[in-house]
């Protein structure tokens, strides 16, 4: 919660620099130890979590804002940011824009306006990224995406919605590039799609279908050390990779 | 183009009643006769193109304004409807910025914000359509997809974008429902694929595929009053066909 001052402080710095009616809402997706990861921020003063967000300059490109707002949070540049979704109830942000009433008059008060989001997901590099609290949170962390704090606002239904496209988009397009390790075993990237899309599948379905799409390079080298039969590791083939992304997999029409 | 009373009323009617930044703009598809069909707009007094659009009430969801802009355009109510990207760059609307600068200052004049645009694509009833010009225009028609006329702003790159969005979706999504007439062969439905994907199809792997989705049911009596032998004829499984649009298609993970 921002003091009188400071509430005129930021909506004065707002209505100056950002485009009215307009934010971004942020799903950053990171994988580690076989858990699927997802960044919030805790509240100052308050026991509520939100999704990373913020607002689009008046002259910045909404690209720019999501990756400007995602560098902030996790000091990553390169990162695989896809525009998913615009949230536009006009109920959905009732309770910020009930939040500073009585402290200023809604004309004056950035929170009493309307708010659409654009929301972004992220998959990004865990090891790599470096949680960071905006101006009015505490605490930026990684939460299991089966152990998530309530969320405020609609920030609930933004990450099932997320979740909901990165399960379809698993039919079409290659993922793990920024999620995987360089180098990986079959079961370690099995354990990616079986996280994502919530359930198990068949190890040899899997492996049939994920080197059919012909995005995987299989090293020379098992990995060393095991006990037993060492897996073989495999790494993407970018270019292949790459090119899926834009056509979509060949398993497609 | 407006005259300056007719552009100080619109921005002042703007202004009261629509959210400032935003505006919806629609690839409305339809098919008819094996050719895929887009809707446009042509401008009064002007040799100038656009898709169907318009604005947000400032207390409508984003949805609700998409379906009441397609009704006024195209009477239906009934429409396959979908959110699929907004274009954030803030020069796309530089000539419409620059439009009316004579006329009125900017802080005056609706056309000099910037819009950020909501696409939506909607596939329609060909039969039952009734293209109708809004306000600006003189003409609502359709045209051919591979005979589209130069459109203005962006409108060539979010038309292109919905269709690229379609063609992803048919990996994934089932297609034909507000497109197909209730009874359909199974060539017919593969033009309507081959006119989206914009390729022709291998005629047994179209056929094997698309059954084995599971969404079409095929009719006892074949069609009648063809020389050789009669096709079958097919409709959708609604049940199954709505189970597949929530939960994609069983070719999936």
Redesign the interface.
Known sequence: MFTKQELIDFCNNARENY????SIDCVVFGFHEGQLKVLVLKMKNEEAWYLPGGF?L??????NAATRILKERTGLDEIFLQ?F??F???ERSRPHRDMYKDMLPASENWFAN?F?T?GYYALVDFVNAMPTPDQHSILCTWRDLDDMPALELDHSVILKTALDTL??Q????PIGYNLMPKEFTMPELQKL?ETI?GKK?DRRNFQRRILGFGILKRSEQPRKGGAHKAPYLYSFDLENYQEALKE??K???
Do not use: C, F, T
């Open positions: 485009l009215a009616h307009i689009v008046k002259n910045e490109p909404i690209e525009q979704h615009v536009g109830d006009p309307r659409l654009i399960r379809l698993l039919n079409y397009q799609y899309l599948l979509g997999l398993s497609g029409w």
